[in-house]
T-cell receptor, first 113, second 117 residues
């Protein structure tokens, strides 16, 4: 069964600085997908970035990028130039064989002004 | 694109009554929809997966007679909490998957905060 582990319950970063959120996963699938979702105080789940496991190139979306280490089963999220609007819960997820999302416990990101 | 609308945003109901939550895909056809429950400061807990025209598949421990899911069309799925009790108070979120070549993922409704008094 797939599992996703986020070992940092809470992280804080100074505005404009860079922060990295950790995520490790375990899967028996040979081809799989990985996601980072953001849940701000409004509780709306927002896709931040996604990665196909077969792609070696790390995905990037503006200030957000991932460090995908397939052999280590690691999928960390780097946020550059942190902004106050980045404050949220961040969830890492992968898919199981039924195409259901398997979620990590989440990391609360605090932005210090 | 791939927008899901969820209503109501919040609802208060009396113990013993039933509440229906709607989830609509606005600009795509949602073959598969998911219903989650989220407790404060916790991750999303999958309750059930619904496929259009089929019976929903419930996760272990989820009472299918209490949480009725209907996915009668490609754009609408509903969750009905029957005979609600205070312990059913929670935040419920629907989601739909979309797969269109390079554009794929899972989009979420804005959630429904249910309070049973």
């Amino acid at each position: 069964a797939q599992t996703v582990t986020q070992s940092q319950p809470e992280m804080s970063v100074q505005e404009a600085e860079t922060v990295t959120l950790s995520c490790t996963y375990d899967t028996s699938e040979s081809d799989y997908y990985l996601f980072w979702y953001k849940q701000p105080p409004s509780r709306q789940m927002i896709l931040v970035i996604r990665q196909e496991a077969y792609k070696q190139q790390n995905a990037t979306e503006n200030r957000f990028s991932v460090n995908f280490q397939k052999a280590a089963k690691s999928f960390s999220l780097k946020i550059s130039d942190s902004q106050l609007g980045d404050a949220a819960m961040y969830f890492c997820a992968t898919l199981n064989s039924n195409y259901q999302l398997i979620w990590g416990a989440g990391t609360k990101l605090i932005i210090k002004p | 694109g791939a927008v899901v609308s969820q209503h109501p945003s919040w609802v208060i109901c009396k113990s013993g009554t039933s509440v229906k939550i709607e989830c609509r895909s606005l600009d795509f056809q949602a073959t598969t929809m998911f219903w989650y429950r989220q407790f404060p400061k916790q991750s999303l807990m999958l309750m059930a997966t619904s496929n259009e025209g089929s019976k929903a598949t419930y996760e272990q421990g989820v009472e299918k007679d209490k949480f009725l899911i209907n996915h009668a069309s490609l754009t609408l799925s509903t969750l009905t909490v029957t005979s609600a009790h205070p312990e059913d108070s929670s935040f419920y979120i629907c989601s739909a998957s979309f797969w269109g070549g390079s554009n794929y993922g899972y989009t979420f409704g804005s959630g429904t905060r249910l309070t049973v008094v």
